[in-house]
C-alpha cells in the first residue's frame, strides 16, 4: 500500500517546474520555469526541478541533460531536483512507478477507479454517435458496471483493460491565483484514464500524486493546463487529501505570437538554445520573458533577476495574453550588452569568435578584440554580430564581400579612395582622430562630398564591408600597413 501524504502544518513556500523534454526547452516552458523560481525566491520557499519523463521513447537522457544545462545556463538554480537531490526524491517520473502503482491499486480497491475495456475503435464510435446526437463528446461511463460475461468475453479476447478514475456528479470549483473562482461542471469532465493498458500513468495521476506527495504548496503553470485541473482534484480526494493541503493553482496567460495565435513553432517560437547559440544573453532573456503577463509596478523594462526576486508576485501576473515582440527581445538583450563591464564583454564573446573561426583564443588575439569591444557596444543586439563585426581584424587573406565589391568600383568612389590614400600617406601619428580630421579635409571639404558617400567607399575598402564597427576607430586598430594597402587593392 502506498504511504499516506503527511499533512504538514508548515506552509513555506514550495513550487515545481515539470517540464516533459522531448525536445529543448521553448519560450514557454522557460516563462513558467522563470515565474516559479521567482516566486520560490521571493517568498523564501523552495523551487523544486522534477522530470517528467514516463515517455521514454520520447523523453531521452540528452533531453534532460539539455533541459537542466538550459536551466543553469539562464540563472534558475533549484532546492531539490536531477543532481541535487531532496527528501522527497527521486525526482525523475521514470524513478517513480511504484509509487503510481500503489496508489492506483489503492483506488482501485476503494471504488474510485475502475477497469476499462472498451477498445478504441468502441470509444470512436460512440463518440462519433454523441456528436451526431449533439451530445459532448466524452467517456459515457460504460464499464462502470461490467456485467460477469462481458468481463469472460473481454479477457478470451485478451483486452488490456485501462484504469479510469469515476468522477462524481456536480462541479468542481476552485481558486485560481490569477483568474479567480473556477468551476468545472462534471458533465464535461468525464470518466478519466489513470494507467494505460500496459501499466504506464498518464498525466493526471503521476502529477498529482507527485504534487501531494512532494508537498507542493503552488502550481504556476500554463493556461492550457486550466481544464486539467479538477481532474487533479479528483486524484487528491482519492488520495485522501484534506481540501486545505490542496496545492494553490495559478495559470498564466497564453504567449501569442505576432499573428494573434498562441506562440508555436509555426508562427515564430524556437528554443532557448537557438537563442542562445544567437548571443542573447541569458539575463536579457529572463528579462524579456518576465515582462510576458508580468509586470514590476511601473513602467521600467530593465529588470535584474535580483529585481524580479524582490518584486514578483502572482497578484502581478495578468490574466489576458502576452504578445511576444522579438524587436523588444532584441532591445533588451542590446541594453543588457551595453551595462557589461569590458572584461565580462569579453569573456562572454570570444565564444563565438573561437567557434566562428574568427580567432584561436591566444592572448594576443585576445588583447586585439578587447581593444576593439568598445567601439562594437553600442552597436550590437546579439553577441553572434561581433564576428561579423571584428573579422576584418583577423583574416589572413582579406578580401572585400561579393555584395559590397560594386560599392567600391564606380568612377566616384575610386576617386574617393585615391583622395583618401594621398591624405592617409601624409599623417605621422596613426591615431583615430589624426584619420578623422585628415578624411574630412580631403573628402568632405575639398570634394565636397556628404559623410555617407565619402567615408562609405573607405569603410568598404578598409573592413570588406558597408557594416563594420565606426570606421576611424577600425583603421586606428588595423594599423597604419594594413589600412593603406587595402585601400590601395581596392583601387588596383
Known sequence: MPSKPMNSENKAVRVRFAPSPTGDLHVGNIRTALFDWAYARHTGGAFIFRIEDTDRERVTDEYIKAAQDTLKWLGLDWDEGPEVGGPYGPYLQS?????????????????????????????????????????????????RSVSESDLAR??????????????PEGSTTFKDLIRGDVTFDHNFVPD??????????????????????????????????????????????AMGVAESDYPAFAHLPFVMGQDNAKLSKRNGEVSIAWYRERGFLPEAICNYLALLGWAPGDDRENVTMKELTELFTVERVHSSPARFDMKKLEAINGDKIRELKIDEFLERVTPFLINDGIISGSSGELAIVKMALPIIQERIVNLAEVSQMLKF???????????????????QSQVVLRASIQALETLSSWDHGSI????RTALIEELA?????????????????????????????????????????AIS
Not at 493526471?204 to 481544464?227: F, K, N, P
Not at 578623422?436 to 578624411?439: G, P, Y
Open 95 to 143: 524513478q517513480r512507478m511504484r509509487i503510481y502503482d500503489d496508489w492506483a491499486s489503492k483506488f482501485l480497491e476503494q471504488g474510485d477507479a475502475y477497469h476499462c475495456y472498451c477498445s478504441s475503435e468502441e470509444l470512436e464510435a460512440r463518440r462519433e454517435a454523441q456528436k451526431a446526437a449533439n451530445i459532448a463528446p466524452g467517456y459515457d461511463g460504460k464499464c
Open 154 to 167: 473481454y479477457k478470451s479476447e485478451n483486452r488490456l483493460p485501462v484504469l479510469r478514475m469515476r468522477m
Open 192 to 237: 478519466f484514464v489513470l494507467v494505460r493498458g500496459d501499466g504506464s500513468p498518464l498525466y493526471t495521476l503521476a502529477v498529482a500524486v507527485d504534487d501531494i506527495m512532494m508537498r507542493i504548496t503552488h502550481v504556476l503553470r500554463g493556461e492550457d493546463l486550466l481544464s486539467s485541473t479538477p481532474r487533479q482534484i479528483r486524484v487528491y480526494q
Open 393 to 411: 581584424l583577423f583574416v589572413a587573406k582579406f578580401e572585400v564581400e561579393a555584395d559590397s565589391l560594386p560599392k567600391i568600383m564606380d568612377e
Open 436 to 439: 578623422h580630421s585628415v578624411l
Open 449 to 489: 562630398l556628404k559623410p555617407r558617400i565619402a567615408f562609405g567607399a573607405v569603410r568598404i575598402a578598409v573592413t570588406g564591408s558597408h557594416i563594420s564597427p565606426p570606421l576611424f576607430e577600425s583603421m586606428e586598430l588595423l594599423g597604419r600597413d594594413r589600412s593603406l594597402a587595402r585601400i590601395k587593392k
